[in-house]
Nanobody, 124 residues
Framework: QVQMVESGGGLVQAGGSLRLSCAAS????????MGWFRQAPGKEREFVAA????????LYADSVKGRFTISRDNGKNTGYLQMNSLKPEDTAVYYC?????????????????WGQGTQVTVSS
């Protein structure tokens, strides 16, 4: 099994940047697709970004295209989400997830392993 821990969340002013990290407990994470999802208070969890195992293919939600960048360092068993030009509507708990079989999907049900989440709050 793969266990993951998110970090890097916090409070930031609108227009600012944060980089989230997702540290995986096993080397097998390097072979998995990885996704980022977020959930705002009172709302459903939504897809943010995904990347395949090698980092050669990425997918983004329309709401974050041009502002967020997903990446990974398989040598460190770690995934990243660089968030620039943050907006108040980006405020949410952000979760990283791993899919042992896919190429990076926006569907939550494709992901087998999830972190506990890290809070991102963007003030206006």
């Amino acid at each position: 099994q793969v266990q993951m821990v998110e970090s890097g969340g916090g409070l930031v002013q609108a227009g600012g940047s944060l980089r989230l990290s997702c540290a995986a407990s096993r080397r097998t994470f390097s072979n998995y697709a990885m996704g980022w999802f977020r959930q705002a208070p009172g709302k459903e969890r939504e897809f943010v970004a995904a990347v395949n195992w090698s980092g050669s293919s990425t997918l983004y939600a329309d709401s974050v295209k041009g502002r967020f960048t997903i990446s990974r360092d398989n040598g460190k068993n770690t995934g990243y989400l660089q968030m620039n030009s943050l907006k108040p509507e980006d405020t949410a708990v952000y979760y990283c997830a791993a899919d042992p079989y896919g190429a990076g999907s926006p569907r939550e049900l494709e992901y087998n392993y999830w972190g506990q989440g890290t809070q991102v709050t963007v003030s206006s």
